[in-house]
């Protein structure tokens, strides 16, 4: 494990950095769209389990549809109100938790991505959108997007948690399955044991890709790893000294084999916090409050050492 700090600790410093305003990289400047490429060779070996990857939250929500439907994700109260066009724009202020588009999040270093994804009620086609309350763009968008990125950065592994689905059927998880791979082909890594897997056999077999799919659909598909292999506990709070002993407790509790696991370093709105900042929306309400981004920072420093 010192071997990883190690490796952190350059992360940290700035030895894996963007590329100089020339745009050529020197011995010690390295991308961090090329992150995993640029790791030292005795982490090669190491299991993938065992480094710390760094993930976004809702990582499509950059960008959600006011004009479209309320989502299935929501309660009939909601879709209700959103019949009043101003909520919709308030909800758009509590759906979005990104400001970075896939590529974008790849570019600077994202390798994991929490995906929820629904059909459009009505819809004739059995086209799949990525959903937070309200709807994103359509999944085969943001799959060609990732693929495109992974084209041209062959050493980067991507990890893709499909685990929420709302308004699907097993025609939609078809749709879908085919369309994952449709946009990845052979970048699928199939699912096994999850201590087999090391960059260096990711990278031997030109595997870039693991699919998590919380559904018992994953069974009929080699390439889908049931969503058991990456569990992502909740702490659900507004608080964030309870987010940290939460997060703090299961990390020390996570499995020492067998899967990979989250850690959702995440503040969750309550009804109470939503009416309280209605207008401010999610992002200054919780992000810019509580001193969250020094104690965030703060916690990943010790999850470092």
């Known amino acids: 494990m010192l071997a990883v700090r190690k490796a952190r600790r350059k992360l940290r410093m700035g030895t894996i950095c963007s590329p100089n305003p020339s745009g050529t990289k020197t011995s010690s400047e390295v991308c961090n769209a090329d992150w995993m490429a640029s790791l030292p060779p005795h982490l090669h070996n190491l299991p993938l389990?065992?480094?710390?990857?760094?993930?976004?939250?809702?990582?499509?929500?950059?960008?959600?549809?006011?004009?479209?439907?309320?989502?299935?994700?929501?309660t009939q109260a909601i879709k209700r109100l959103a019949r009043i066009?101003?909520?919709?724009?308030?909800?758009?202020?509590?759906?979005?938790?990104?400001?970075?588009?896939?590529r974008e999040q790849l570019e600077a270093g994202i390798r994991y991505f929490d995906l929820r994804v629904s059909s459009k009620p009505g819809d004739a086609d059995q086209e799949i959108y990525f959903i937070h309350g309200l709807f994103g763009i359509k999944v085969w968008d943001g799959l060609m997007e990732i693929d495109s990125f992974l084209t041209q950065h062959p050493q980067e592994i991507i990890f893709l948690d499909f685990n929420h689905f709302y308004a699907m059927d097993e025609t939609h998880h078809k749709c879908l399955v085919l369309?994952?791979?449709?946009?990845?082909?052979?970048?699928?890594?199939?699912?096994?044991?999850?201590?087999?897997?090391?960059?260096?056999?990711l990278w031997e077999k030109n595997c870039q890709v693991l699919i998590f799919y919380h559904c018992p659909?994953?069974?009929?598909?080699?390439?889908?790893?049931?969503?058991?292999?990456?569990?992502?506990?909740?702490?659900?709070?507004?608080?964030?000294?309870?987010l940290i002993l939460f997060l703090e407790?299961?990390?020390?509790?996570?499995a020492p084999w067998g899967s990979f696991h989250v850690s959702q370093a995440i503040l969750t709105p309550r009804v109470k916090t939503?009416?309280?900042?209605?207008?401010?929306?999610?992002?200054?309400?919780?992000?810019?409050?509580?001193?969250?981004?020094?104690?965030?920072?703060?916690?990943?420093s010790q999850e470092r050492s």
């Not at 389990?49 to 989502?71: Q, R």
């Not at 758009?92 to 896939?102: D, E, G, I, P, R």
């Not at 080699?222 to 309870?242: E, H, M």
């Not at 407790?249 to 996570?254: D, I």
Request: net charge positive; with cysteine; aromatic share 10%.
């Open 49 to 74: 389990s065992n480094l710390a990857i760094p993930g976004s939250h809702d990582s499509f929500s950059y960008w959600v549809d006011e004009k479209s439907p309320v989502g299935p994700d929501q």
């Open 85 to 102: 066009s101003l909520v919709k724009k308030l909800m758009k202020k509590w759906s979005v938790t990104q400001n970075l588009t896939f």
């Open 179 to 201: 369309r994952i791979q449709e946009a990845f082909g052979n970048k699928l890594c199939p699912a096994c044991s999850v201590e087999s897997l090391t960059l260096r056999t």
């Open 217 to 242: 659909f994953y069974k009929q598909y080699p390439f889908l790893w049931p969503g058991k292999k990456i569990p992502a506990p909740w702490a659900n709070t507004t608080s964030v000294r309870k």
């Open 249 to 254: 407790t299961t990390l020390s509790e996570r």
């Open 274 to 300: 939503i009416a309280r900042g209605l207008v401010g929306g999610l992002k200054n309400t919780l992000v810019h409050s509580n001193g969250w981004k020094s104690r965030g920072s703060s916690l990943l």
